[in-house]
């Protein structure tokens, strides 16, 4: 027996064995359905009709070693998660994209024309910071002992977030690949900016799609799109839906557009090529603690949204075993309040934007909307390869609350002058939970993935009431 989910006016053909659910898709690029983990070690295989054209093989017993995760994710896949769920229409636009991008990573002309805008354009490096302050502050609290607490301060960065490293680089892609225009969809508005500004910088056309909801909170950075010559189309919604419109509109218009991914989510190559421009995060991060202290970190902490600045930091220390990898999602009112953005901690297997990933979804595979104080960590889903690191145990994944989050943006504006993004602080709010069972002497780095200045209002208005 069968069940059809429309795609694009056309008819997908899926056993019920694996998908729960039957549902009318109006987005080419959308799947939405709900996995059986016990079930599917192949996905549907393609009907007549079916835009895809291979299933996507899982592995039920998942590589444990590191070198064959690497290898399973340099072919597009992380285990049983990712793939390419899409219509025939963007195959070939996929197709081409990847091997542009593999062209650009052995192509020394881009590497150096990258390295020069990564160092004279966004300012890299950025520092590792010794956070003296907040060092004292959680040693005091342990009788005098505890880890040492240093700050990547992305929040440095041109437009003062990590977005920029990715944008800049698939911006000087798309411009190599001979295209006029770029479509972005934001939800704090970060990639949005960061987006505006790479087409500004290299003539390109941009349209940024951003939810009404996340424009009225994120003003500020609506007003930088608009400066930097970027249209900003209003979407009934959050970032989800935005990131349907801008696929959309990406959709009508193959021949003459790209678009500029800003998370590690979607059909493969999209979440590797974003990982691999933000991983300087982590080249960086070994360098410097080498030179500070001659070893390695010996736990990185990161928010996780859908998990981009949390890749850019661990991709680099994968095979490093005694290196903790630590992810803090964003628990909202609470885990049990159904009003939060935790999707490792309370989400299932199933498709949504183009690929197989952990996702926030109801029994009927409807995806839930996703809440956080924290606009940017507002999505439904978090990246194929996040998803797997979380399967395989070799990264770690709790939550922070609302009030946590604000809390820990005060702390660290009062102890240490740095302000940073309530996305930011919900990996700063760990250290609470963190420090007291660390030896002391542990060396914690934490990325500060933007600045705060986009939340300062809200922080207050939050603290005022």
Known sequence: MSSGIQLSHQTLTVSQKNLATERKICNPFVVVCRASVADTQTLPKNSSTLSLKKPLMITKNLPHDIHDERKVISMGKSGRFGGKFVPEILMTCLTQLEAEFNFALHDSQFQEELRTALRDYIGRETPLYFAERLTDYYKDKNGGEGPEIYLKREDLSHLGAHKINNAIAQAMIAKRMGLKSVVAATGAGQHGVAAAAACAKLSLECTVFMGKEDMEKQASNVLSMKLLGAQVKPVEGTFKDASSEAIRSWVGNLETTYYLMGTVVGPHPCP????????????????????????????????????????????????????????????????DSGRHSATLSKGEVGVYHGAMSYLLQDEEGQIVAPHSVGVGLEYPGVGPEVSFLKETGRAEFYSATDEEAIDACQRLSRLEGIIPALESSHALAFLEKLCPTLANGTKVVVNVSGRGDKDAATVLELIQT
């Open 272 to 335: 590797m090529m974003v990982r691999e421009f933000q991983s300087v995060i982590g080249k960086e991060t070994r360098r410097q603690a080498m030179e500070k202290w001659g070893g390695k970190p010996d736990v990185l902490v990161a928010c996780v949204g859908s998990g981009s600045n949390a890749l850019g930091l661990f991709h680099e220390f994968l095979e490093d075993q005694d290196v903790r990898l630590i992810g803090i999602e964003a628990a909202g009112f609470g885990l």
